[in-house]
């Protein structure tokens, strides 16, 4: 059967969207391990590079996206037909707390500025003398928070779906425009901006920095396989997406050809709706042997370390691909008898299968928690990454397999190491926190039920359904990449032989108990009673209103938190500190020469 | 929420008694030996200074490194878009003092040339000549040069200057450059720069012959 072209492009634009997610997450964890290790020192970390733009081009761009924005906004609301439809509540809603967001921030920001370096303005000096940008904020919060619960309540009688998004368009133009006003009109009268993105332009140039860098090739090494090594190891690491779902599967339905109609489309693939036509999955390959693929291409990599370290001739070089050769096949060993247990629970190999296991049951982490931490350390061991960093440790091998690398070879790995930290964690959330699930996501919206009562209902559209999944997946990956990132700053590099000992002695012999147990208790639960086989049910729902709660719990303890004053005591004990105060303290130093 | 402490001058100059504290010795109990709650722990503290100081600088409230170092946690100045301003009788690059019309107070007696173990002043000396204020009892220095490279900041110089024509108060330390010979400072560079007050002059006053106050003899009643 010879696939459409519609279907060939979409192919296309699901490998090449995974591709840029795969590698912009790599720019940006390369960002956030550099910024961020200085973060725990308080340091800026580097963020030297810049556009310098004319101030007017600035504010162009600061405001264009506003109009935009708000052009956009009010187009849903007064031109398209979404007042009659039934999303028109949502999008209200949606509206009405983005607009109440961008007010306040905007606010807060301009009560602080005014508050460090003086009102430029009446308008200024009036939002400044509202209150502090702390009570602003909280202020804001606080009006969210009533919004969230009023509006609600007040839909039907008072507020109908298209009034309330009118009111809602209105606030989320009104403050997007007003405060990309405010902000573009601040950079209109400066003569040159620098535009750095937070930094992110650093790792940027960099990056460009690396590919005119000279390439230096060792004069007696095996040229070849020194330039091959290279692409085997980045290859694999970015291949390795393709078999984990971004998102629910999409159900259409068949044209008369047999084909997939992509004009019938039937809703998504989740708890509670099957697709019964055909189906388009939101993975690049839909591929039968699922996390096997993953394991064959993440073992690839090893050759990739290993052929840099024997072609470089260097012996450091070959020491350190020994290493990385000898530790990941290790560790791989770990890696693929933990999932095993994962496969006797969820039953498939497929990950897409496995994703809707825990959607109809309860995340992995909860059915197998051992195997999660398990997994977890045996994936950075993978990924060569601290405390695993053996093959790499300057201290006894200068930088292991890739010392005589340089410039973009050089970089093809490094990067290839950071992808590898988003696959991995791809793949943990995958198969442990749910993929794309959100806890109680259903075909229809959010409805928590718990046994046979229904606690709160939201019905969603499925294209709602399919962003949220989407977005909560990469969520769950940059928090698991985070986590990798935290841990590489924590923890210090173990010894050779600790690494080995760790991980045949101690990792293998937990995994492969931890397959005798669930074995054990699959066994159990397939022969236990009716009674016994509900309370689970009960367990995995209470399992999920657990996340839940812990994710409303977490976001509350954040907003505590940001909100927390400290304590500061000014202490002037030294000339230098009073050289400080004269000049309004040491964050407002001019810069000389 | 800010206190104030202002040491007094005769508390703030000079080595303040330091206060030992006690350290414990590290814990070897289980707990830290089985690795796995030390690594919590560890993870957490990491977590926690990371959000901490990423909280301070998105509201731009981080504690001040030199005014509020001492009991707030980790400070890092961020040079060089952050500087710790100079202690007060910091040796900085070296400028030369002026009279009030904005010739140089420097009398070229090659003092500080003598003075300097490094021999990084070169200084060639004139007459004033015609109807300059200071002609027939005053030289002046055609050329005053100084080689930032070579010079030690040991303020021999400064000292020796019997005019207190030249200061080492400005306090910036030299500027990295290009290349050597904008390392070499000469006499109209160093007329520029200015004192850490913005000051060209100096603080000492300078009265000239029949001027009232005058300390010397005067030429008048000389001859």
Known sequence: ?593 | MTTQETFSSAEGLGPRKVQGKPLARPDRSVGVQAFIPALIGGLGQTIGRALVNTKEMVLGTRPDPVLEAINDGINTISYPEQRRPYPERFRGVHRLTQREDGSPRCVACLCCSTACPAQCIYIEAGDYEGDKKHAGYEKYPKRFVIDELRCIFCGFCVEACPCDAIRMDTGIHPAPYDSRDQFIYEKDLLLSIPGRHGDHESANPRIEPGEPGFPGITRLQHH
């Open chain 1, 1 to 593: 059967m010879v696939p459409s072209l519609a279907i060939i492009g979409i192919d296309f634009l699901k490998a090449f969207a995974v591709a840029m997610f795969a590698m912009n997450v790599g720019v940006i964890l390369t960002w956030v391990e550099r910024r961020m290790r200085g973060m725990i020192q308080d340091s800026v970390g580097p963020n030297r590079a810049a556009i310098p733009v004319p101030g007017f081009v600035a504010a162009g761009l600061a405001t264009g996206p506003a109009f935009l924005l708000a052009g956009s906004v009010l187009y849903l609301a007064f031109g398209s037909e979404l007042p009659e439809s039934e999303d028109a509540v949502f999008y209200g809603k949606l509206m009405l707390q983005a607009g109440v967001l961008v007010g306040w921030v905007t606010l807060a920001a301009i009560a602080r500025s005014a508050q460090e370096s003086g009102a430029r303005n009446p308008l200024e000096q009036a939002i400044a003398s509202l209150g502090s940008p702390r009570g602003i904020a909280l202020g804001g919060v606080l009006l969210q928070v009533a919004l969230l619960m009023i509006v609600p309540l007040l839909i039907g009688e008072v507020l109908t779906g298209p009034l309330l998004l009118t009111i809602g368009a209105l606030a989320l133009a009104g403050t997007a425009v007003a405060g990309a006003g405010h902000v573009g009109a601040a950079l209109s009268s400066q003569k040159t901006v620098r535009i750095t993105l937070l930094g992110l332009l650093h790792p940027a140039a960099d990056g460009l920095k690396t590919v005119f860098k000279a390439d230096f090739v060792p004069p007696k090494s095996d040229q070849f396989l020194y330039n091959l090594a290279p692409w085997i190891s980045f290859f694999p690491t970015l291949v390795l997406l393709a078999v984990v779902p971004f998102g629910p599967a999409l159900c259409f339905g068949k044209g008369e050809d047999g084909q997939i109609d992509l004009s019938a489309f039937q809703g998504i693939e989740a708890p509670g709706q099957m697709c019964e036509a055909s189906r388009l999955s939101l993975q690049v390959a839909d591929l039968n042997v699922g996390i096997l693929y993953f394991f064959a291409m993440a073992g690839t990599g090893i050759v990739g370390a290993a052929l840099a370290g024997w072609a470089s001739d260097n012996k450091f070089s070959l020491l350190g691909g020994m290493r990385a050769a000898s530790q990941m096949v290790s560790y791989e060993v770990t890696l693929g008898l933990t999932v095993v247990g994962l496969l006797m629970v969820y039953g498939t190999v497929r990950i897409d299968e496995m994703v809707l296991w825990q959607a109809n049951n309860t995340w992995g982490i909860f059915v197998q928690p051992f195997a999660f931490f398990l997994f977890l350390a045996a994936a950075i061991a993978e990924t060569k990454r601290i405390p695993f960093d053996i093959p790499e440790g300057e201290s006894e091998v200068v930088a292991g397999y890739f010392t005589e690398y340089a410039g973009m070879k050089f970089s093809m790995f490094f990067f290839s190491e950071f992808i590898a930290v988003v696959s991995s964690s791809t793949l943990i959330a995958a198969l442990f926190l749910g993929g794309w699930h959100v806890p109680f996501m259903t075909a229809e919206g959010i409805i928590v039920t718990i046994g046979d009562s229904e606690l709160f209902r939201s019905e969603v559209s499925s294209g709602a359904l399919v962003a949220l999944g989407a977005l909560t997946f990469i969520v769950k990956i940059i928090a698991l990449c985070v986590l990798q990132v935290i841990i590489r700053w924590t923890l210090p590099r173990f010894r050779y032989d600790q690494l080995m000992r760790l991980g045949w002695r101690k990792l293998l012999p937990a995994s492969l108990f931890n397959l005798a147990v669930t074995a054990v208790l699959i066994l159990a639960a397939d022969g236990a009673s009716a009674g016994v086989k509900e309370s689970l049910e009960r367990a995995a729902e209470l399992s999920m209103l657990g996340v839940g709660v812990a994710v409303i719990v977490g976001a509350l303890a954040l907003v505590v938190f940001l909100f927390a004053p400290r304590n500061k005591r000014i202490i002037l004990a030294t000339s230098a500190a009073r050289y400080a105060q004269a000049l309004g303290g040491t964050r407002e130093a001019k810069l000389e020469a």
